[in-house]
């Protein structure tokens, strides 16, 4: 009976969190395929992007500075993440989309060695900018708990989305402002 009862207390909590965040506007409700969605959305005062050097696949070392004056879409990920893999496609065609604009998108693999991602973005023909994250730190300053996580940075180094479900939107928002 007890077991009962903790359950229903947790779903009142966690019931009455969604209606108190939901109420605040920081979670928002998006709808794919058939079911609804919660992305958890920054406050107006979002905080400026953690910045970091890491090293991509060739040994040259690359940093969020460098990217200031552009959108950029970094994409926490591992290669033993299945939904992270299924993810790929979609993230080849934004990609795509988004050549022709001011826009990165940065795949940050955590905990994996050079060899292993390599291997992996050649199997999987990935276009976009791959960084490792070997000590997973960069992870770690961006408060990332599992993968695949998606952060959109603003022009001026400030995280525009958290947690993103619906980045392209956030991405087309930020694209358009000055």
Same mark, same amino acid.
């Given at each position: ?26 979670? =928002? ?55 992270? =893999? ?63 996580? =998606? ?28």
């Amino acid at each position: 009976m007890r077991n009962i009862e903790e359950k229903i207390s947790l779903i009142l909590l966690f019931t009455a969190l969604l209606i108190f965040v939901n109420g605040h506007g920081y979670i =928002k409700t998006i709808h794919a395929d058939d079911f609804a969605v919660k992305s958890i959305s920054t406050r107006p005062n979002s905080p400026v992007a953690p910045d970091f050097t890491l090293k991509d696949l060739s040994g040259k070392t690359m940093s969020l500075k460098d990217l200031r004056g552009k959108v950029v879409l970094l994409d926490f990920t591992t290669t033993w993440c299945p939904y992270c =893999k299924k993810d790929i496609p979609n993230l080849k065609k934004l990609f795509i989309s988004m050549r022709d604009k001011n826009f990165e998108l940065v795949s940050i693999f955590i905990n994996e060695s050079p060899k292993k991602v390599s291997a992996f973005a050649e199997k999987y023909s990935l276009p976009y900018t791959i960084l490792l994250d070997e000590d997973a730190g960069v992870a770690r300053a961006y408060g990332i708990r599992g993968v695949p996580t =998606k952060v959109v940075v603003d022009k001026k180094g400030v995280i525009g989305c958290w947690q993103c479900i619906a980045a392209e939107d956030k991405i087309d928002e930020l694209l358009k402002e000055n």
